[in-house]
């Protein structure tokens, strides 16, 4: 994994974790390769994430680099996510029907006082509540043009069967076949293949397949990558990479294999858990212990990213706590489900599935998509930045 992008997860999931407790999160302040950022966060009275700014240290001064600000819903559903840079400002609109499910993304470009229409994606759903289709389109001369569409088609179990992928035919105004996925599952429903084609002279080629192995915990254990050589019409091994978990389940080490005449490995990343003071931490996790003689006690499940002997990582945790409140004992009722970043936070435990059945629990904080999370109490389906 890359080192930037586990250090990322690492702080976003304690801020994520807090907010949706008692506790929320002022700032993370980051040390990486001698520069300094740092994120700021403001909260709802409900104690929901407002804003959150990002600056970047620069001549010994923070700089704003950009600013974040949502609007939610009763049902906490985002109805506005407006996102400024200095030289550009964005709003995304979503809009849900009378079922909660999100039927259109629309983005301003906001110039001034006025908002400009810069681009939608439309949603529609089949007669079992799954997504059918997905369609993208930009504001090009006043005319919304097509970009991209994805199709799906599920099995009996409610679980993608086939992805097509469409591109606009600008010349007819028309959507044509780009590329498909097809899905196969084993009778536990995981996922144990992905086959991707491209379309050419109105026929399907096959480009390359990603295939899965699961342990007895069903976590991810391996994915394989083949592709097809259409000249010597053979499947051929390319890479792979091996999970490995610890005792209670945390991700232990991820290795990297490449296939040249025989596998060799490229790499690998280690986790080390340990609690260390927080001004030193690159927390993993966040737990806290609710509602009960201490309402205020939390502690770090941290992972130290290492460069060799040297810890690459620092950052420092700035947190104002929240005595327990009806509010919170509400949150302890009915689950908070937070998306943000990459990653899904809840105040319950959860476990996240790809539209295609994926279970991509251990992948929490890369996340980027359309994703069905489910707690003990609630399942619903969110699209995730």
């Known amino acids: 994994m890359n080192k930037k992008l586990l250090f990322c997860i690492i702080c976003l999931v304690s801020y994520a974790s807090a907010q949706a407790f008692t506790h929320s999160l002022d700032s993370i302040v980051t040390y990486d390769n001698d520069q300094w950022s740092k994120n700021t966060f403001s909260y ?71 908002a400009i229409d810069s681009a939608k994606t439309d949603y529609a759903y089949n007669s079992t509540g799954n997504i059918a289709w997905e369609e993208q389109y930009i504001m090009i001369n006043g005319t919304w043009t097509r970009t991209i569409k994805h199709e799906y088609t599920y ?42 084609q491209y379309y050419l002279i109105n026929a399907w080629f096959d480009s390359f397949t990603l295939s899965y192995t699961y342990n007895e915990d069903s976590q991810l254990q391996s994915v394989t990558k083949t592709i097809f050589d259409d000249f010597e019409a053979v499947w051929k091994l390319t890479d792979s990479i091996t999970y490995t978990y610890t005792t209670v389940g945390d991700l232990a ?70 005595a327990p409140t009806d509010i919170a004992q509400t949150h302890n009722d009915t689950p908070l489900i937070y998306a943000h970043d990459g990653r899904i936070a809840a ?27 489910k707690t003990a109490t609630k399942t619903l389906k969110m699209f995730v930045k």
């Open 155 to 196: 099995n009996t179990n409610d679980l993608v069967s086939e992805q097509l992928n469409y591109s606009s035919n600008q010349n007819e105004n028309a959507w044509k076949y780009q590329t498909r996925s097809l899905y196969e599952y084993d009778t536990e429903l995981n996922l144990i293949k992905e086959t991707y």
């Open 347 to 373: 105040s319950e435990p959860l476990r996240i599935y790809t539209l295609t059945g994926i279970d991509v629990t251990a992948l929490n904080g890369s996340l980027k998509g359309v994703y069905i999370v």
């Open 44 to 114: 709802n009275d409900d104690l929901s994430v407002a804003a959150y700014t990002t600056f970047t240290k620069v001549d010994g001064k923070w700089v704003q680099q950009q600013h974040t600000a949502f609007r939610r819903d009763a049902a906490g559903n985002d109805t506005a996510i407006v996102v400024s840079t200095a030289g550009n400002t964005l709003k995304h609109i979503y809009n849900y029907d009378t079922q909660g499910r999100i039927v259109n993304i629309t983005t301003y470009k906001i110039v001034g006082t006025a």
């Open 253 to 322: 080490q991820t290795r990297y294999y490449q296939y040249s005449d025989g596998w060799y490995e490229a790499g690998n990343d280690t986790y080390t858990y340990t609690t260390t003071a927080t001004d030193q931490c690159a927390g993993y996790s966040f737990a806290q212990t609710l509602y009960d003689d201490t309402p205020h006690s939390y502690t770090l499940t941290q992972v130290a990213a290492y460069k060799g002997s040297t810890l690459q990582y620092r950052c420092t945790y700035h947190y104002t706590a929240f």
